[in-house]
Structures are given as C-alpha cells and as structure tokens.
C-alpha cells in the first residue's frame, strides 16, 4: 500500500472552476507539502504544512492532522495551473515521500 | 530569487558506463537531496546528504551509486556501470533546516 495517495489520478476541468485535489497518507508526519510539476518536469514548491491552512493567492491548502488528509483547492482556476500537483511528506525524516500525482486540465 | 542548477539537462550514455549528474544547490542550504522520477511514475526519494555525510538512502541506492560534494557548490551524484533501468528524471534538491526543499530542472538519464 502506497504511505502517500491523491485523488483524483485525472481532472479535467472548465477555466474558472473551482478545483480541489486530495492526500491521504498513512504515516505520521512532521509536514506535507503540495508541489507542482510543470509539463517541462521542473518541480516547484507550493506549500509546506503541519497544520490548519495556508493561502497564497488562488491557492489554499488545507490538512487534518487526525484525518491523516489534506486538501488543495485552487479558485477560479486557469489554463496556465495546468500542471501535475503532487503531494509529499516528511515522515520524520528530511526525505521527502511522494503520492502519484494529480494530472490537471483546465480548458479555456 | 536562489535556483538549484542541474547538469546536463538531457544525458544519454551507453549501458555500462559511469555517469556524473552535477548540481549546485542554493548557496546556504545545509541538506541536500537526490530523487529520481522514471516516466510514468511517482518520484522516488534516493539519498539525503547533511554534514558532508550520508543521512539516509533508499532501497534504490545500491553500491553503484554514490554522491559527493568535492567542493562548497557542487553536489554530484555517479552511477558506476548504468543499467537499462537507470533511464530517468533525476532531480537535485536542497533546503534549510525545517524549510521546503527547492528542486533544480531535472537531468534526463537515457541508457541506451
């Protein structure tokens, strides 16, 4: 069993949507970070967290630390997030465990 | 703003031979980190460096791999005789203490 899982795996969606994608993971963490990959591969930091909520423009990131579950929602979405968003955690350690990824679209 | 720079962007190599992927990570960062990503799949953690030693490696780091850092700016990762399955992204990262990791481009590894 995967330690990190996101859903969906695809989404496909209509510019100006509202957006939200899930992590679940099965360890006890000492963070988890949403990353976004660029279709060129480069990955890029997003957000860090261990609790509550973070905002940085149209994107929140949300975590329930006794749900073992946290949410990226992106408002009024775009062409340009286009983008695979992952989902990673510290476990304790520096190193960094990575969900699969979520592959989104977003249509003009 | 600080980047983490990787080298060469694309590699293509020959089974079997030795292959050096090259990183400057951000000047002040203490920790670094190597990850690869095979095409299709999740990225997946291969070592960690702190204090100019090992912190913690993965499954995937046998002895044929190994990193260095030979000076204050690089950090290289050498895969000794390249398998057919070495064929990835490979990405450089590094941080600061408690902070998020910055992840350099990625170098494309082809074994043919």
Redesign the interface.
Known sequence: KNEVEQSPQNLTAQEGEFITINCSYSVGISALHWLQQHPGGGIVSLFMLSSGKKKHGRLIATINIQEKHSSLHITASHPRDSAVYICAVNSGAQKLVFGQGTRLTINP | EPEVTQTPSHQVTQMGQEVILRCVPISNHL?F?W?R?ILG?????LV?F?NNEI??K?EIFDDQFSVERPDGSNFTLKIRSTKLEDSA?Y?CAS?DEG????????T?LSIL
């Open positions: 920790y980190y990850y990503q799949q999740k990225v997946e953690f960690s702190y912190s913690e993965s992204m990405f941080s902070q998020p990791q910055h992840f350099g481009d990625g494309r």
